[in-house]
């Protein structure tokens, strides 16, 4: 190894969703694993951590989780990378209703409102920049097909990657997963139930081809999607190693689709070396089972939610922007 050298470290999480008991619904065993996860992480030598979405459990209703959030990250020692999740800001848009009559698909879309909300508290949604020979570089490809103004500077965003300087590695994250199954799959229907999942944590066609083509040409060889929490061995995509990862705090879903998947929550430790970057899954020390939680999952409607089950007082309330 070349004396001018020194291996380094950086680490990867996604998917902590912390909640708070002062809204309609509350899981604080999310809330003690993430707490962990931090311990660990924080005792790491790392020169920086980046956050893969969904910070909150429920930020693109309630500010309020995003100054949890927010003041939650600057406990650590190290600075932190974010873009959004969809629980932060919101879903990929769709015009049409799924079979789950408990949400309402399209009041579920994301906002341009929140998305600047969002980056006032944590910077730009897209964001790359090089540290020590290595490009990172972090998006939240839901934009696509959004139609919003933020799809427009999304796309010039990605469309200049490929003009920057080179680096000996380009490590880019995303929430959604670019694809479920394959690169090639066919767009899912999200109108059929057995459909909704995959068509709800994936990126659609042409979109996707469109973002791949572009990490490709920007060097990207490290890819990081969160969003399904649950692990997938690493996939290598015409050249590009595409990681899967688990939760740091949710609990694992889709997890009968597949033979080999990783359901503990934790987090990414990579190291970088002369040779490459070397990824490795560091479980939570802390993988007790839920209790404790109350109200509903999912994306019930803003009707629906019962904010009388705070359990500390005073409730929130949905921003009231979001009632017009």
Known sequence: MSDAFKPWTFLHVNDSHLGTPRSYRFRPTMDRRWARTKEQMAAINADFLLHGGDLTRDGDTHEYEYLLAREDLDTLPFPTFVIPGNMDVGNKHTGRQGPFNDRDDARLNMKSER????????????????????????????????????????????????????????????????????????????????????????????????????????????????????????????????????????????????????????????????SGIEVAFVPCADQSPETGGYGPGGHPRLQGRDYSLAREKPPLAPDPWLLR
Not at 191 to 207: A, L, M, N, S, V
């Open 115 to 274: 998305l600047q909300l969002f980056a006032s508290y944590f910077g730009p949604i897209h964001w790359t920049f090089l540290h020590k020979g290595v490009r990172f570089t972090g998006f939240y490809a839901a934009v696509a097909g959004s139609g919003l103004r933020e799809e427009e500077r999304f796309w010039r965003f990605m469309e200049r990657l490929p003009a920057l300087p080179p680096a000996r590695h380009h490590v880019a994250m995303m929430h959604y997963w670019l694809y479920i199954d394959r690169m090639d799959e066919p767009n899912w229907d999200m109108t059929q139930r057995e459909q909704y999942h995959p068509w709800y944590f994936g990126i659609d066609q042409p979109h996707r081809a469109r973002i791949f083509r572009l990490l490709k040409a920007a060097g990207v060889d490290i890819l990081f999607c969160g969003h399904v929490h649950t692990g997938r061995p690493v996939e290598i995509v015409e050249g590009m190693r595409v990681y899967k990862t688990p939760a740091a705090g949710n609990t694992a879903q889709l997890t009968s689709r597949w033979p080999e998947i990783e359901t503990r929550q934790g987090f990414q430790r990579c190291e970088v070396t002369e």
